[in-house]
């Protein structure tokens, strides 16, 4: 089995040596091949420098966006060309580039979907989980988030909709990538991780999450997170969902509907 990991970096300049270390030594001790797929979208610092410098460690594939085009499109080309490039049994993992996320997780996570999970998320929601370094604001908008996300579109096992530290099944990611004709993420920003989850729902994919300590303490930078239009942007898509205006996947013969 291989493992993916598929990073969006912008401006990472600080946060991605420490988590491609981390990666590093995680394929390391688990046994399995690596490969990871990078995403520069648009970095005007020296992300660019350090892709370079680790392409000679990692198995390494880079897209670079001539301009920053946001989070739901860097995720999308990150997740489409893992997919392409991993066998269906293989493993996906995305994480934020900026440190906040600890790679020390993955193994944990991947004996998840060994036990027939599709996706596993890594939770600020769980027993044990623990948030460091967030603001009082944005815990407050964290949680009316969580809460409206579990009454409107509940999923069994999931808390999270919107940590983008996850580990996908191959076959589930390009499955979805057929489904909704390479749309997975249709959103700009940081919506787009709620908008992927739900996407994954209506295709049946089982979901469990692990419980985080999510360090934004380490942060390698300044955050990218405009608040107020991520709260927006999560209403819409909320909204789009609940009267089912969002694009149902496209049915494809001989491929089964999975039962949640």
């Given at each position: 089995m291989k493992l993916l990991l598929a990073l969006a970096a912008y401006n990472e300049e600080r946060g991605l040596?420490?988590?491609?270390?981390?990666?590093?030594?995680?394929?390391?001790?688990?046994g399995y091949s690596a490969q990871v797929v990078v995403v520069d979208d648009g970095s005007t610092d020296g992300t660019g420098r350090?892709?370079?410098?680790?392409?000679?460690?990692?198995?390494?594939?880079?897209?670079?966006?001539?301009?920053?085009r946001g989070l739901g499109e860097s995720v999308q080309d990150a997740l489409n060309l893992a997919a392409r490039l991993a066998e269906p049994q293989d493993v996906i993992v995305t994480m934020d580039a900026d440190n906040s996320h600890s790679p020390e997780l993955i193994g944990e996570m991947v004996r998840r979907i060994e036990k027939g999970n599709d996706v596993v998320i890594a939770s600020r929601y769980r027993p044990g989980a623990r948030v460091v370094g967030l603001?009082?604001?944005?815990?407050?908008?964290?949680y009316g988030a969580r809460f409206l996300f579990q009454?409107?579109?509940?999923?069994?096992?999931?808390?999270?909709?919107?940590?983008?530290?996850?580990?996908?099944r191959a076959r589930i990611v390009q499955?979805?990538?057929?489904?909704?004709?390479?749309q997975l993420a249709t959103e700009r920003g940081f919506a787009s991780m709620a908008e992927i989850l739900l996407k994954l729902r209506r295709l049946g994919a089982r979901m469990c999450?692990?419980?985080?300590?999510?360090?934004?303490?380490?942060?390698?930078?300044?955050?990218?997170?405009?608040?107020?239009?991520?709260?927006?942007?999560?209403?819409?898509l909320m909204v789009r969902n609940?009267?089912?205006?969002?694009?149902?996947?496209?049915p494809k013969e001989g491929r089964p509907r999975r039962q949640r």
């Open positions: 040596p420490r988590v491609l270390e981390g990666f590093r030594q995680e394929v390391a001790t688990s350090v892709i370079e410098e680790w392409s000679s460690v990692l198995p390494m594939e880079v897209i670079r966006h001539p301009g920053n603001g009082r604001f944005r815990h407050l908008t964290s009454v409107l579109f509940p999923i069994a096992g999931v808390r999270d909709y919107t940590c983008a530290f996850r580990v996908y499955e979805a990538f057929q489904a909704y004709d390479g999450e692990v419980p985080m300590v999510l360090r934004y303490d380490r942060k390698g930078g300044s955050s990218k997170m405009k608040v107020c239009a991520t709260i927006l942007a999560t209403l819409r609940r009267l089912g205006a969002s694009s149902a996947p496209r």
